[in-house]
Structures are given as structure tokens and as C-alpha cells.
């Protein structure tokens, strides 16, 4: 009878933490983040270095049916264009771990931008002036090319509470007058939540964006 009674339970509390956890996720959302920035009241000083980032390409592999949840993946109802794939950052799952809709970024980011723009306030964290225009290339200017290898964020069900992880991995070439210096920059971020609410992603997303740039001003000369 004890055993009858402790398996209803932990049925019963498997359900509710699944309705509890995965909230609205059938449908494709969209999100907003924030570059990471520092505040200082001071201007940092100048460390007489000039840097043009002259590209930041997307290179994630996306999968149909992967076998991690880790792995770039779309809902296959809807439209999987490159301009979708370039703002993809997350794919939503029920309790059971089954890939539900996709999590966005807003129209008026993509991964791309969203790295490029945290890349340029660590650079000028660190000193360096960031030019924009091409025309103010010098030979004495740094140049980076920056490659995307992952930017993904994906939830792992747990008993009475699930994980949401997200993973960052950049190379960064930067080069002046034919010298390259090749910077591979890898984080993750995880955490603990009761719901899988797209603003709980954000939240692991933000972390491991300011992880990133953390990373960027510490490995870059």
C-alpha cells in the first residue's frame, strides 16, 4: 500500500513540475538581451592601440533532430530561413525533454551583432579605440575577424527542478600589418529554476554574455 501511495506521488509531482516548468513553450518567442557594459567614473585610459572589426561570421551547424539538446535545433513548423537562423539562441522543451518552439532574438539583434557589440566595449574596456568606418584603417590598426562556433542556450530537465545552461565559443583573429593573433574564447553559464520562462533564459544568456566579456578583457593583449 506504501508503495502504491509514494508512486502516485511522485507521478502526481512529476506532472505538476512539468506544467510548472515548462509554462508556455509550444510557440516560437523572442527575446531581448543586453550587451554587458562598465560603468566607471573615470574614463579608462587609453592604451594607445586602435582595433576595426572588420567581421564577425556565424558558423553553428544547425541539426534537424540532434541528440543533445545543446545542439543548434529549429521547430521544423516554422520558417528556418538563414536570417531566422542568424537570431536563434534557444529551442524550448516539455518535462519529458521533447524540443518545443524556438527563442529568438529580437528583429533588431542577431547573434552576430549581439557578439560584435559585446567584443567592441571589452576592446574599449581594455583601451583600445574602436573605429567603425574602414576608411580609417591604418597600418598600424589592429584588425579582428571573429568566428562564432557556438552561441546557444538549452534546458535539462531535473526532478523538482531544471537547468538552463548557455554556451559561448568565439575565435577572435586579431592581426596589424600581417601578424596574426588567434584568441579562442569559450564560456558557459548555468542555473537552477522551477519554471523554464523565457526570462530565465535571458537571465543565463546575460550571465554568460558578461562571462564572455569578462574573458575577452582578460585574454586579449
Same mark, same amino acid.
Given at each position: 500500500?506504501?508503495?502504491?501511495?509514494?508512486?502516485?506521488?511522485?507521478?502526481?509531482?512529476?506532472?505538476?513540475?512539468?506544467?510548472?516548468?515548462?509554462?508556455?513553450?509550444?510557440?516560437?518567442?523572442?527575446? &531581448? *538581451?543586453?550587451?554587458?557594459?562598465?560603468?566607471?567614473? @573615470?574614463?579608462?585610459?587609453?592604451?594607445?592601440? %586602435?582595433? /576595426? $572589426?572588420?567581421?564577425?561570421?556565424?558558423?553553428?551547424?544547425?541539426?534537424?533532430?540532434?541528440?543533445?539538446?545543446?545542439?543548434?535545433?529549429?521547430?521544423?513548423?516554422?520558417?528556418?530561413?538563414?536570417?531566422?537562423?542568424?537570431?536563434?539562441?534557444?529551442?524550448?522543451?516539455?518535462?519529458?525533454?521533447?524540443?518545443?518552439?524556438?527563442?529568438?532574438?529580437?528583429?533588431?539583434?542577431?547573434?552576430?551583432?549581439?557578439?560584435?557589440?559585446?567584443?567592441?566595449? &571589452? *576592446?574599449?574596456?581594455?583601451?583600445?579605440?574602436?573605429? @567603425?568606418?574602414?576608411?580609417?584603417?591604418?597600418? %598600424?590598426? /589592429? $584588425?579582428?575577424?571573429?568566428?562564432?562556433?557556438?552561441?546557444?542556450?538549452?534546458?535539462?530537465?531535473?526532478?523538482?527542478?531544471?537547468?538552463?545552461?548557455?554556451?559561448?565559443?568565439?575565435?577572435?583573429?586579431?592581426?596589424?600589418?600581417?601578424?596574426?593573433?588567434?584568441?579562442?574564447?569559450?564560456?558557459?553559464?548555468?542555473?537552477?529554476?522551477?519554471?523554464?520562462?523565457?526570462?530565465?533564459?535571458?537571465?543565463?544568456?546575460?550571465?554568460?554574455?558578461?562571462?564572455?566579456?569578462?574573458?575577452?578583457?582578460?585574454?586579449?593583449?
Amino acid at each position: 500500500m506504501k508503495k502504491i501511495v509514494l508512486r502516485s506521488f511522485l507521478t502526481l509531482a512529476f506532472a505538476t513540475s512539468t506544467l510548472l516548468f515548462t509554462g508556455c513553450a509550444t510557440k516560437r518567442g523572442e527575446v &531581448a *538581451l543586453q550587451v554587458p557594459a562598465t560603468t566607471k567614473a @573615470e574614463v579608462v585610459p587609453s592604451n594607445g592601440k %586602435q582595433v /576595426y $572589426i572588420n567581421s564577425v561570421v556565424d558558423k553553428r551547424v544547425f541539426e534537424i533532430k540532434p541528440p543533445e539538446p545543446s545542439i543548434p535545433s529549429l521547430d521544423p513548423s516554422e520558417p528556418q530561413s538563414d536570417a531566422i537562423k542568424a537570431r536563434a539562441v534557444g529551442r524550448k522543451r516539455n518535462g519529458y525533454g521533447m524540443a518545443l518552439g524556438d527563442i529568438l532574438l529580437n528583429e533588431n539583434q542577431s547573434v552576430s551583432s549581439v557578439i560584435k557589440d559585446s567584443l567592441k566595449e &571589452a *576592446l574599449m574596456d581594455k583601451g583600445y579605440q574602436v573605429i @567603425e568606418n574602414k576608411e580609417q584603417v591604418t597600418p %598600424q590598426t /589592429y $584588425i579582428a575577424d571573429v568566428k562564432i562556433l557556438k552561441f546557444w542556450s538549452w534546458m535539462n530537465m531535473g526532478f523538482l527542478a531544471l537547468s538552463i545552461s548557455c554556451e559561448i565559443e568565439t575565435t577572435v583573429d586579431l592581426k596589424k600589418e600581417g601578424t596574426p593573433e588567434i584568441y579562442s574564447l569559450h564560456v558557459k553559464a548555468a542555473d537552477s529554476f522551477q519554471t523554464g520562462m523565457e526570462s530565465n533564459y535571458i537571465e543565463v544568456m546575460q550571465k554568460a554574455l558578461k562571462e564572455y566579456s569578462a574573458q575577452a578583457k582578460t585574454e586579449i593583449k
